[in-house]
């Protein structure tokens, strides 16, 4: 039947280039923004993986970071250890030299007594961020012997947590204003003898007996020393080496998240031009569709002439 009230051709054509229409909106949009998902009403799941997938990826951008930092502060306390190391190398040496009989200690002292300030000096300059392991004060309000550093973020579900990697300060705490309980200013004991690193005074000391042994319990006192500042830096060195390894594992795990998230999300520039064709040649037949559905209303007319 043909009707001038409702063609239905016309109204079918219609329908058909609306619809491509739209297609061809998204298909832009896609190639456009480089997002197949994009907003929540293109595929709602996806988009609600990929949103949180984000927010993931970036808090570990943040903990790599945050290592970075870490390993920062600890390279700075290990360069001060190491080289308090070989000043106290150097004192032992002054000291091993004092035994010889008949030297001048007073000389020697004065030389051990400068090596002494270099250890102070090193100790409290050792900061990096306002951070300093080797110059501390425990009774300060808030201290905390232990520093964290923060080396990773999990999610299980919907609960999300953060690791940590801890540094002892009492392995490495050369000088400590609370007591005198560093490893070079506290007391030690070696023999009959009891004294501290950045204290020793060999000046007075004679070629007498009880005064040689009383010098080879000092150089005890400080290859002590020596050795408790050299397990430090090896447990520094350790967590350093531990914290890089996170960093670069935080670093390819980003990287897998965001290939993740471009799987999901990501458009296909390839397919989107192939269907964006596709769709032209569709939107040119359905504007031709809906002409030629239109002309009909007008053969209606040659039947009234």
Request: hydrophobic residues 40%; charged residues 20%; aromatic residues 4%.
């Amino acid at each position: 039947m043909s009707s001038i009230n409702t063609n239905a051709s016309a109204m079918t054509a219609l329908q058909s280039l609306n619809m491509t229409n739209k297609l061809m909106e998204k298909t832009q949009n896609s190639i456009a923004t480089g997002f197949r998902v994009q907003t929540a009403k293109d595929n709602a799941a996806y988009w609600s993986i990929a949103t949180t997938m984000r927010s993931d990826s970036k808090a570990m951008g943040t903990v790599q970071d945050a290592l970075g930092l870490g390993a920062a502060t600890i390279d700075v306390a290990y360069t001060g250890i190491e080289s308090a190391i070989e000043v106290t190398d150097e004192i032992k040496s002054k000291l091993v030299a004092a035994r010889e009989p008949g030297v001048d200690r007073a000389k020697i002292q004065a030389e051990i007594t400068e090596l002494q300030s270099t250890l102070t000096s090193i100790s409290s300059s050792a900061s990096f961020n306002g951070e300093n392991w080797l110059s501390v004060d425990s009774s300060a309000t808030g201290y905390n012997g232990t520093k964290s550093v923060v080396s990773s973020f999990t999610r299980d579900g919907s609960t999300v947590s953060i690791g940590t990697t801890d540094v002892a300060l009492t392995d490495v705490i050369l000088f400590d204003a609370n007591g005198d309980i560093g490893l070079l200013d506290k007391d030690r004991t070696a023999g009959g003898t009891t004294d501290t690193v950045v204290a020793l005074d060999i000046s007075a000391l004679t070629d007498a007996a009880g005064d040689l042994t009383e010098l080879e319990e000092l150089i005890q006192i400080v290859d002590d020393s020596i050795s408790d500042m050299t397990d430090g830096a090896a447990a520094l060195g350790a967590t350093q080496s531990r914290i890089d390894m996170q960093g670069d594992f935080m670093g390819k795990l980003i990287d897998a998240i965001d290939r993740g998230i471009g799987q999901l999300v990501d458009a296909d520039m390839n397919a989107e031009s192939v269907k964006l064709q596709a769709l032209q040649v569709q939107q040119q037949l359905g504007i031709q569709a809906l002409s030629i559905a239109n002309g009909n209303s007008q053969n209606i007319l040659s039947l009234f002439r």
